[in-house]
Nanobody, 121 residues
Framework: QVQLVESGGGLVQPGGSLRLSCETAGFAFHDFTMKWYRQAPGKGREFVAA????????DYAESVVGRFTISRYNTRRTLYLQMNSLKPEDTAVYYC??????????????WGQGTQVTVSS
């Protein structure tokens, strides 16, 4: 059973930092690209960052470039998102995501339950 469990969210002042974690189980973590998404109140879910394997292949939304860093620790089966210089517009629920493919080529997308990040003074 695929499991994605996010943690690390909270309330932080503008300019502050947080590190999100996503612990995983139930699939070959090292084989798949992992992603972070976020959803702000009243808005749709948006892509934040992705990391492939090897982990030097990364991609970021333009709004977080230079402030957020995605990383993975394969032996711990854990995905991270280091968020620095946080802004009020970064306030959202952050979700961990993976898209798996079975032997027949069918794709299945999985999401964690999300962790709330609030940036406010």
């Amino acid at each position: 059973q695929v499991q994605l469990v996010e943690s690390g969210g909270g309330l932080v002042q503008p300019g502050g930092s947080l590190r999100l974690s996503c612990e995983t189980a139930g699939f070959a973590f090292h084989d798949f690209t992992m992603k972070w998404y976020r959803q702000a109140p009243g808005k749709g879910r948006e892509f934040v960052a992705a990391v492939g394997n090897p982990a030097f292949h990364t991609d970021y939304a333009e709004s977080v470039v230079g402030r957020f860093t995605i990383s993975r620790y394969n032996t711990r089966r854990t995905l991270y998102l280091q968020m620095n210089s946080l802004k009020p517009e970064d306030t959202a629920v952050y979700y961990c995501n993976v898209r798996l493919e079975d032997l027949d080529g069918r794709e299945y997308e999985y999401w964690g339950q999300g962790t709330q990040v609030t940036v406010s003074s």
